[in-house]
């Protein structure tokens, strides 16, 4: 199956900084989900991105599946932005690869 | 619109009990994705259904069944619980599959085996 490797494993930000998320992945794919997961646990929707760039409001991700890879940004980031950040193509049949996510840390 | 919705929240059960765990998908979703989270494997996929069918399971042990309902909701299901099945159990919806349609996840049940 596919492989997802994400990058970096940790961050730690300042509040008001940027970040940029990085995710690859093994195999072509025809679309790619970024989770936000919060202290509760729960995976929330930040971007069904199969190709080309999204923006949604301080965040956006881009999608290069010829190169195997999307990124995640976030601007001005947030005390509320921190948690684990995980990036899922699906691979092969009806299932989503998750990577080992990027967990992130805002400090005030 | 109602999100996915799981049942319970948190369980806590002794080792060689079964327990069940529910899903409620969103409305008109069919496909319905089951995983499990645990701190040193992460994110596992467990198996997913279809307008009742199982397409896809994944590399686990025979202990862990599910099935999906006519209404689309799924439950699954583990027997003879062993210490190692304490992990987050995640539902996710989808219209049609998660190959090609947005996948939508639930809170999760947190479920403790002592």
């Known amino acids: 199956g596919i492989q997802v490797e994400q990058s970096p494993p940790d961050l730690i930000l300042q509040e008001g900084a940027n970040s940029t998320l990085r995710c690859n992945f093994s195999d072509s794919v025809n679309n790619l989900q970024w989770f936000h997961q919060n202290p509760w646990g729960q995976l929330i929707n930040l971007f069904y991105?199969?190709?080309g760039t999204k923006q949604n409001g301080r965040l956006s991700a881009t999608t290069v599946a010829t190169e195997r890879y999307s990124l995640l940004y976030i601007s001005s980031s947030q005390t509320t932005d921190s948690g684990v950040y995980f990036c899922?193509?699906?691979?092969?049949?009806?299932?989503?690869?998750f990577g080992k996510g990027t967990k992130l840390s805002v400090i005030p | 619109k109602a999100g996915v919705t799981q049942t319970p929240r948190y369980l806590i059960k002794t080792r060689g009990q079964q327990v069940t765990l529910s899903c409620s998908p969103i409305s008109g979703h069919r496909s319905v994705s089951w995983y499990q989270q645990t701190p040193g494997q992460g994110l596992q996929f467990l198996f997913e259904y279809f307008s009742e069918t199982q397409r896809n399971k994944g590399n686990f042990p025979g202990r862990f069944s599910g099935r999906q309902f006519s209404n689309s909701r799924s439950e699954m299901n583990v027997s003879t619980l062993e210490l190692g099945d304490s992990a987050l159990y995640l539902c996710a919806s989808s219209s049609t599959g998660p190959t090609n349609t947005e996948a939508f996840f639930g809170q999760g049940t947190r479920l403790t085996v002592v």
């Open positions: 899922a193509p699906p691979s092969g049949s009806y299932q989503l690869t």
């Open positions: 991105i199969p190709s």
